[in-house]
């Protein structure tokens, strides 16, 4: 039905930027969040798109340096991290998920996930 497939991760110095991407199926819009878990760590939420792409919502610990985005040609949100520090360093996931919501526990159709690795 749903469909969400990560990509874009790597391994990165200090500072650098990185663009990640979530292709997405399905006939209808929906909301994408980002979120990422770290080695030890619980998943926690980055960053949401509506359907339409006119609204976003943030993180207070990635706002100003991640900004995401949609593509409705493509069928892709993206996220676009600057100036990564090593805390980034984690697996970074997409979902689909209601307006407003930051809960892991209120998203589905989770994405395999990509590796961000940020060396210091």
């Known amino acids: 039905q749903v469909q969400l497939t990560e990509s874009g991760g790597g391994l990165v110095q200090a500072g650098d930027s990185l663009r990640l991407s979530c292709a997405y199926s399905?006939?209808?819009?929906?909301?994408v969040g980002w979120f990422r878990q770290a080695l030890g760590k619980e998943r926690e939420f980055l960053a949401a798109?509506?359907?339409?792409?006119?609204?976003?919502y943030y993180a207070d610990s990635v706002k100003g340096r991640f900004t995401i985005s949609r593509d409705h040609d493509r069928k892709t949100v993206h996220l676009q991290m600057n100036r990564l520090k090593p805390d980034d360093t984690a697996v970074y996931y997409c979902?689909?998920?209601?307006?407003?919501?930051?809960?892991?526990?209120?998203?589905?159709?989770w994405g395999q996930g990509t590796q961000v690795t940020v060396s210091s």
């Open positions: 979902a689909k998920g209601p307006w407003g919501s930051t809960r892991m526990g209120d998203f589905g159709s």
């Open positions: 399905g006939r209808r819009l929906f909301l």
């Open positions: 798109i509506n359907g339409i792409g006119d609204g976003t």
